[in-house]
Antibody, heavy 125, light 108 residues
Framework: EVLLVESGGGLVQPGGSLRISCAASGFTFGSYEMNWVRQAPGKGLEWISYISSTGGTTHYADSVKGRFSISRDNAKNSLNLQMNGLRAEDTAFYYC??????????????????WGHGTLVTVSS | DIQMTQSPSSLSTSVGDRVILTCRAS??????VNWYQQKPGKAPKLLIY???SLQSGVPSRFSGSGSGTDFTLTISSLQPGDFATYYCQQRYTAPRYTFGQGTKLENK
């Protein structure tokens, strides 16, 4: 069974830092590109960061560029997001996701798209 | 950035209804659209990829169509478990994805 389990969320003051993580199991983590997607309470989905399977390529949404840093440890099957300079508007559930792709399963195409359950980050004084 | 605009933002519907949700991209994105269903307190679930391909395990009452800038998600006969929020997502500029703002299906 594929599992993505986020951890590390919590309450942090504006301007503070937080590191959230995602523990992966049930698939070959080191072969998958990964993303972080967030969702403010009661709001829509926002992609915020991507990392290639080796960690050599990263991308960020403009809203977090320069403040957030994505990384991974393939030996430990873990994905991380270091968040600095946090703002009230960063308050959200943060989801770890595999990067979507299509593969063949028993000869038939299937979309591969796994999501964790999310971890809540609250930025407030 | 490519903007994805969904309509309507909410829809009052009933079990058995045929439901059509729309999503418009701000530029041509070919067929690079996914559709997701999200229920309260849960992660989004992939329903449709590449505009019209049904994800494995998703009931056949869900279907997608469109290309270019205009896309639709159709639920042929709404079931009780289908009351949820639906999001479209463009993959044309992968991995810089953007989502629509969502359409919430409410029980009339």
């Amino acid at each position: 069974e594929v599992l993505l389990v986020e951890s590390g969320g919590g309450l942090v003051q504006p301007g503070g830092s937080l590191r959230i993580s995602c523990a992966a199991s049930g698939f070959t983590f080191g072969s998958y590109e990964m993303n972080w997607v967030r969702q403010a309470p009661g709001k829509g989905l926002e992609w915020i960061s991507y990392i290639s399977s080796t960690g050599g390529t990263t991308h960020y949404a403009d809203s977090v560029k320069g403040r957030f840093s994505i990384s991974r440890d393939n030996a430990k099957n873990s994905l991380n997001l270091q968040m600095n300079g946090l703002r009230a508007e960063d308050t959200a559930f943060y989801y770890c996701t595999t990067d979507f792709h299509v593969t063949l399963v028993r000869g038939l195409p299937q979309g591969i798209d796994y999501w964790g359950h999310g971890t809540l980050v609250t930025v407030s004084s | 950035d490519i903007q994805m605009t969904q309509s309507p933002s909410s829809l009052s519907t009933s079990v058995g209804d045929r439901v059509i949700l729309t999503c418009r991209a701000s530029q041509n994105i070919s067929i690079y659209v996914n559709w997701y269903q999200q229920k309260p307190g849960k992660a989004p679930k992939l329903l449709i990829y590449s505009a019209s391909s049904l994800q494995s395990g998703v009931p056949s009452r869900f279907s997608g169509s469109g290309s270019g800038t205009d896309f639709t998600l159709t639920i042929s006969s709404l079931q009780p478990g289908d009351f949820a929020t639906y999001y479209c997502q463009q993959r044309y500029t992968a991995p810089r994805y953007t989502f629509g703002q969502g359409t919430k299906l409410e029980n009339k």
